[in-house]
């Protein structure tokens, strides 16, 4: 089995603790971290955050694996897997795009215009569609680690094992969608990409998990449909800084358009929602969906229906996360 947890609105949707709750619960094979760059960071629990190595991490059984399509500042990666004792079991792709000190240099521009987060990865890109990047390959520091995972992958998708594929950032920050460009980031951010970024088809992906959080957060420029004024931010006492960037987010209502439209790009089967004892205060911690308030059953059977309407594909929302500790999870996978 072979399932991809990827974000439904502008990244930072809790896909981090989503994919620690996979890891532990399913002890898949192999967590794979596909996309992204630097810039993408997860928090898998409180003070467990990575930017470059796998959430699934967490779980000292799985194996870990970078994909290829994710970009990578040697020192960077190298310092997630000291700190978090992974060397043993982390095979980095040799084809991994690497970012060099001018790159960070040269993303001032995008910094200013649209707000990126300056860690390198566009230019990186930019390079290596110019064809004068440097990849992992050539590396001397990254060399202990190198492997190809499009061949351990689709060897451990033939043997059916659990592999679960980590996205990164969210559908409204995919580079191809006319509408959000050019607030966007330097790839497209749906299923199909990760498993490109991977080197597999779409064929070989068996669920596909769209991870919404109970609101909208966006840490750069760019639109957003509804907006919280600080008042309305202060009334809900919702506060977010971003991972990497440390900058205060925008914040505002879930957005079910945008929802929709992520479900449809991402052929999703499954959905999760993050956060809801943030909006809705007394639901910390619960663990059985009828112990949910009222309020909340109804805010999730709503867009639970909303949804399901848009694709043949979707099952529903499996995945309900109540607080930021795995175990502050309901999980529905069972019942529908
Ligand atoms: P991704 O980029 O999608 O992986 O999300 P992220 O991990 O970057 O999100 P963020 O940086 O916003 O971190 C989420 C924060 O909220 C972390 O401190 C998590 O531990 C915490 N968190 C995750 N899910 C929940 C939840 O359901 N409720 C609460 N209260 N906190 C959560
Ligand atoms: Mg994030």
Known sequence: MLSIVVGGFYGDEGKGKVVGYLASTDNPEFVVRAGGGPQAGHTVTEGKKVTQ??????????????????????????????????SNRIGIDYGCTIIQEEHKEREQDLVNRVGSVGTGT??????????????????????????????????????????????VQGYGLSLL???????????????????????????AIDEIIV????????????????HWSEEERQKKGIEERGTVSGRLRRLGDFDKNMAKEAIIANTATAAAITCVDRLFKDNSGVKDFNKLTLQVQDFINEINSTLKKESPYFKGITLISTGPDLKDTIDLRRSI
Do not use: C, H, W
């Open 53 to 86: 190595i796998p959430s699934g991490f967490i779980n000292p059984d799985s194996k870990l694996l970078i994909a290829r399509g994710t970009v990578i500042n040697p020192e960077v990666v190298l310092r997630e897997i000291e700190n978090y004792a992974v």
């Open 122 to 167: 566009g230019p990186a890109r930019v390079d290596r569609i110019l064809r004068k990047a440097i990849i992992a390959k050539e590396v001397e520091s990254l060399k202990p680690y190198l492997v190809d995972v499009a061949s351990e992958v689709s060897q451990a998708s033939s043997a059916n094992k659990n592999i679960l594929v980590e996205g």
């Open 177 to 203: 969608n006319y509408k959000f460009y050019p607030f966007v980031t330097s790839q497209d951010t749906t299923a199909s990409q990760f498993a490109a970024d991977i080197g597999i088809g779409p064929k």
């Open 211 to 226: 991870v919404f959080k109970s609101y909208v957060s966006r840490v750069g420029k760019g639109p957003m449909k509804s």
